[in-house]
């Protein structure tokens, strides 16, 4: 079993940062794979970021590519979401997720989830 705790979502400004910590504990494995997904109001959960916990790849959506940076570290058992240069469709609840394998941006492969961090972005 891997538990999650996502931290650091707030109210930003349209332009701003917000960084997000993930907190990774429990039967871990370096062949996990690690992502960040979002879910908007009405919409459906869409992948945001993932990394390769052994090797450090990252993936991004189009949509973040930029802007976002996903990082692990692995002394601190825990992942990070660097957000710059946010905007309002950037607004969701943003969660960490884990699955043992490859990385997938399908969020419906994933077996562990923390309980999410809502972000918003005014105008």
């Known amino acids: 079993q891997v538990h999650l705790v996502e931290s650091g979502g707030g109210l930003v400004q349209a332009g701003g940062s917000l960084r997000l910590a993930c907190a990774v504990s429990g039967r871990t494995s370096s062949r996990y794979a690690m992502g960040w997904f979002r879910q908007a109001p009405g919409k459906e959960r869409e992948f945001v970021a993932s990394v390769r916990w052994e090797a450090g790849i990252t993936y991004y959506a189009d949509s973040v590519k930029g802007r976002f940076t996903i990082s692990r570290d692995n002394a601190r058992n825990s992942m990070y979401l660097q957000m710059n240069s946010l905007r309002p469709e950037d607004t969701a609840v943003y969660y960490c997720?884990?699955?043992?394998?490859?990385?997938?941006?399908?969020?419906?492969?994933?077996?562990?989830w923390g309980q999410g961090t809502q972000v918003t972005v005014s105008s």
């Open positions: 997720a884990a699955r043992a394998g490859p990385v997938y941006s399908d969020y419906r492969l994933y077996d562990y």
